[in-house]
Each structure stands twice: as C-alpha cells, then as structure tokens.
C-alpha cells in the first residue's frame, strides 16, 4: 500500500502568518492527492481534491500543489477558524490511504 | 442540502457484530459511490471500505477484509457496513462519506457524515 507522509506532525504559527503543509508519498500517486480539514468533534471538510483543485466554497487562501510524490498544502494567510488538523488522502491506488495529519495550532 | 447520518453503534464485545446504517438525503444516490472512514480515538483517519453507486464493486482495507460487510440499499437511500468478529483495535468513530464526482469510485468524499462510535470492550 502507498504510505503517505505529512510533515510536520505539529506547525505553531500566529494569525496572518502563512502555513506550509507537506504530504509526501511512498511511490508516485499522480495527481490523485486529496486534503482535508477537520476540527475537534468534526467530520473532516474536503478543502482540495485532484492535488490542486479547491473544493466548493473553500477560501481562496487555501491552495495546493505537487504532482508525483511531493504535494504542499499552502493556507496565504491564517484565519482564527483555520486551527485544526490537515490529512492527505491518496486515491491513486486501492487501498486508498491517509497521512498521519499535520496540527496547525496557535503560536 | 445533503445529508448523511450514522447510525447503529454502541458497545460490544470482543468478537461480536454491529451494522452500521448510513441515511442520505438531498442528492441522487445511486449516482454516488459510498465510503466509510474510521478514527480511532485521538487518532488520525483510516479509510475503510468504498462501494460503487450500483452496488456492483466492492473494496476493502486490509486491516477490515473478511471481516467488514459494505453494502447498500439505493431504493431506501441509505449505505450500511456489517462488522464482525469485532477487535478492541477497531474501537473508532465510523463516518460515511459520499464520492465528490457522479460514477467515479476510488474518489475523493466531498460530505462526511457526523461518524457513530464503535466501542469494542468486555
């Protein structure tokens, strides 16, 4: 099975400041690379879906990146709402896999 | 607006069964593939098992084959996951998700339902 790694496990950054998130997989998955969000007691809310393609009614903020086996996760400048956990998810090959997730918390 | 909703879990013990049922609304659900992804508690996520929009494909991660029943019942609307032989491993929330694009399996799941905990415990 593809292994996904997310780096790094936790980023402390402040409000406004910009968040680099990476994904990083174990043999290439194309463009088949997926991102969610999700908050403490949330389902998770897809925000990019096909490495570079935002979700429906995602802030432009939010972008991603990367083909192959390398993919960044790029949020331009954090809003309070945007402190949670971020997993990639692959699609490329069954069985479809998850990174282990990056925690954006407040500095 | 769509809508998922779990339901069907609660505490068993090693060994014993559950299913899980999904409902959906707001959206045509033969058109969709159907997932479930679990979370195990104060951990990350772990995809599980995904059905086609028919019903005619199947796929199943390795940790869960043989024992995990994905099916669905697309004149009631709703996706269901019958899980056996139960472990204190699969102790998670269960979410069900619905495939972003019409007809395409091994997709990416665009609404999550609230998940329903699994708790396996003597």
């Known amino acids: 099975e593809i292994v996904l790694t997310q780096s790094p496990a936790t980023l402390s950054l402040s409000p406004g400041e910009r968040a680099t998130l990476s994904c990083r997989a174990s043999q290439s998955v194309s463009n088949y690379l997926v991102w969610y969000q999700q908050k403490p007691g949330q389902a998770p809310r897809l925000l990019i879906y096909?490495?570079?393609n935002r979700a429906t009614g995602i802030p432009a903020r939010f972008s991603g990146s990367g083909s192959g086996t390398d993919f960044t996760l790029t949020i331009s400048s954090l809003e309070p709402e945007d402190f949670a956990v971020y997993y990639c998810l692959q699609r490329a090959n069954w069985p479809l896999t998850f990174g282990g997730g990056t925690k954006v918390e407040i500095k | 607006e769509v809508q998922l909703v779990e339901s069907g879990g609660g505490l068993v013990q090693p060994g014993g069964s559950l299913r899980l049922s999904c409902a959906a609304s707001g959206f045509t659900f033969s058109n969709y593939a159907m997932g479930w992804v679990r979370q195990a508690p104060g951990k990350g996520l772990e995809w599980v098992s995904e059905?086609?929009?028919?019903?005619?494909?199947?796929f199943y991660a390795d940790s869960v084959r043989g024992r995990f029943t994905i099916s669905r019942d697309n004149s009631k609307n709703t996706l269901y996951l019958q899980i056996n032989s139960l472990r204190p491993e699969d102790t998670a929330v269960f979410y069900c998700?619905?495939?972003?694009?019409?007809?395409?399996?091994?997709?990416?799941?665009?609404?999550w339902g609230q998940g329903t905990l699994v708790t396996v415990s003597s």
């Open positions: 096909d490495a570079s």
């Open positions: 998700a619905k495939g972003l694009r019409f007809g395409e399996v091994r997709g990416s799941f665009d609404y």
């Open positions: 059905i086609s929009g028919r019903g005619a494909t199947t």
